[in-house]
């Protein structure tokens, strides 16, 4: 079982930055491919951002290519999502996810196996 927990969420204008972090507790975090999901009112729960649970791939959404950065401190069994250049579109509730252990990440939200609670990201224009 691994529980996440995420934070980091607030309200920002376009153009600035948050970073959302992840923290996860349970079994092995280093062995889970970790993703982020956000979900915008009304619309379904859509991929942002995924990397390996070696830590040596990401997989970006083109939305948020070039604007947004995933890392993991496994040491600190955390995930972030560096974002910046945020725009209204952005606006969302983000969701990390887990998927393993020792499973290549992917886009399909089916796939992974424990969720978070979510955050609120709100950009105003």
């Known amino acids: 079982q691994v529980q996440l927990v995420e934070s980091g969420g607030g309200l920002v204008q376009a153009g600035g930055s948050l970073r959302l972090s992840c923290a996860a507790s349970g079994r092995a975090f280093s062995s889970y491919s970790m993703g982020w999901f956000r979900q915008a009112p009304g619309k379904e729960r859509e991929f942002v951002v995924a990397?390996?649970?070696?830590?040596?791939?990401?997989y970006y959404a083109d939305s948020v290519k070039g604007r947004f950065t995933i890392s993991r401190d496994t040491a600190k069994n955390t995930v972030y999502l560096q974002m910046n250049n945020l725009k209204p579109e952005d606006t969302a509730v983000y969701y990390c996810?887990?998927?393993?252990?020792?499973?290549?990440?992917?886009?399909?939200?089916?796939?992974?196996?424990?969720w978070g609670q979510g955050t609120q990201v709100t950009v105003s224009s």
């Open positions: 990397i390996h649970w070696s830590g040596g791939s990401t």
């Open positions: 996810a887990a998927k393993g252990p020792f499973r290549g990440f992917t886009a399909r939200k089916e796939e992974y196996d424990y």
